[in-house]
């Protein structure tokens, strides 16, 4: 699909991998916005999904293919890990000669890679031929010995040309660069929080709302207590903390029914779990498939939640999080990362220790107990997600990039 050309200069965002997930919503609406100054385009791996790509027609942004997928699956043995920093290198080399094939002539690139891994070979690259800014969502960990000196001197390296920019999803992805980035450089990094979209929020809270027939469509109960989670089933997301949250809390509250939103890889073995645990009447896992995959299905899912919970052991600024509390919804969380820039404990909602099954259940048994304390929060957080989550303050802090790149010239 072609966006309508407002300026020859473009905007291409790029990211090498098929996951669908907060980071291409944070791009998708950022391109949204940048659409009305420049051409805005988006490059994706061929076989990215479908629902990612009807998405980008329906607001208007145009994408192309290129030939190459990031393996990013944790691997274990030697051999496994230099195949896969093989395999990674083939893929950077593959990006730059579609790049460089299709034309970055007037062009910033706008891509999500990790600088300090081998991503640094391709971005560093690119700034001989175009600007390239990099947006990080999830904070660096503190290393130390030769792996803090290899991710310093890839930050060095790429600080010392003029083409390279970062911008930081969250204030604790800002913190955590100082501690490999040059203070000099610091002082051109710039949070663009991960944000909402304020309009589509409020179409979905004015739509017509059926709880009982999404429920009975997904085979889930309407007229229990429901606990919402939407995120990939992986080990990281938390899975296996909230089933044992589940676990302590169904036999004292038989009306509690919990729905985990998403796929991955440990979908299989945690629904067995699930069905080990005998949790199969009060525990769901749905696909984004089964309710269509459309944004404004997706929110109408949520609208059904009572209360929403990630248990996660790390994350940037989780989009579904904040979604959720802009539909008003009260919510539970880790505190990792950059969460607590979302929930401010007992303000906006509830924090707990990341992996403490008993504080997790211990929060659910809290905000279930006490309608009028959901009711705070969720009033409370959804002020909070609106003011300071809305995507356009975070597309007019990434426009200023833009801007400043075509100034300053190739």
């Known amino acids: 699909m072609k966006n309508k050309i407002r300026n020859p200069k473009e905007i291409l965002y790029l990211w090498p991998y098929y996951e669908w997930g907060g980071a291409q919503i944070y791009f998708i609406g950022l391109a949204k916005l940048a659409g009305n100054f420049y051409r805005v385009s988006a490059a994706v791996p061929r076989g990215s999904q479908e629902?990612?790509?009807s998405y980008m027609e329906r607001v208007g942004i145009s994408y192309e293919f290129f030939d190459a997928l990031y393996d990013w699956t944790y691997k274990s043995g030697i051999f496994s890990r230099l195949k896969r920093l093989y395999k990674n290198q083939i893929c950077n080399i593959e990006i730059a000669r579609y790049l460089l094939k299709r034309g970055v002539?007037?062009?910033?690139?706008?891509i999500e890679v990790a600088p300090w891994q081998t991503s640094f070979w391709l971005l560093y690259f690119m700034t001989f031929f175009c600007h390239v800014i990099v947006s990080l969502h999830i904070s660096l960990p503190r290393v130390s010995g030769f792996r803090k000196f290899e991710w310093s001197s890839k930050f060095?390296?790429?600080?010392?040309?003029?083409?390279?920019?970062l911008i930081a999803a969250n204030v604790d992805v800002r913190e955590s660069l100082?501690?490999?980035?040059?203070a000099k450089f610091m002082e051109t990094v710039e949070v663009a929080f991960t944000s909402v979209d304020v309009d589509e929020i409020e179409t979905a809270l004015n739509a017509e709302h059926d709880k009982k027939k999404i429920a009975e469509k997904l085979n889930f109960s309407y007229d229990k207590f429901l606990i919402f989670n939407l995120a990939q089933v992986v080990m990281r997301k938390g899975p296996l903390v909230m089933l044992e949250a589940a676990k302590e809390l169904?036999?004292?509250?038989?009306e509690l029914f919990f729905v985990w939103i998403g796929f991955g890889e440990f979908r299989t073995e945690f629904h067995k779990q699930i069905n080990d645990a005998g949790l199969q009447n009060h525990f769901r896992l749905i696909e984004p498939d089964e309710f269509g995959g459309n944004r404004l299905d997706l929110m109408a899912l949520l609208r059904c939640a009572d209360m929403f919970v990630l248990p996660s052991y790390g994350e940037g600024l989780p989009i579904a999080l904040l979604e959720a509390m802009a539909l008003g919804k009260p919510g539970i969380a880790s505190n990792v990362n950059g969460i607590p820039e979302a929930i401010?404990?007992?303000?906006?909602?509830?924090?707990?220790?990341?992996g403490d099954s008993d504080a997790l259940a211990e929060a659910i048994e809290?905000?279930?107990l006490d309608e009028n304390l959901r009711i705070r929060l969720s009033q409370a957080g959804r002020i909070h997600?609106?003011?300071?989550f809305d995507e356009r303050l975070a597309a007019e802090t990434t426009l200023k990039y833009y801007d400043k790149a075509f100034v300053s010239g190739q």
């Open 51 to 53: 629902k990612i790509l």
């Open 105 to 110: 002539k007037d062009t910033v690139l706008h």
């Open 156 to 165: 060095w390296a790429l600080s010392m040309r003029k083409r390279f920019h």
């Open 178 to 182: 100082k501690w490999y980035v040059p």
């Open 250 to 254: 169904v036999p004292k509250y038989p």
């Open 344 to 354: 401010i404990h007992e303000k906006t909602g509830l924090l707990v220790p990341a």
């Open 366 to 368: 809290k905000l279930y």
């Open 385 to 388: 997600i609106l003011k300071t």
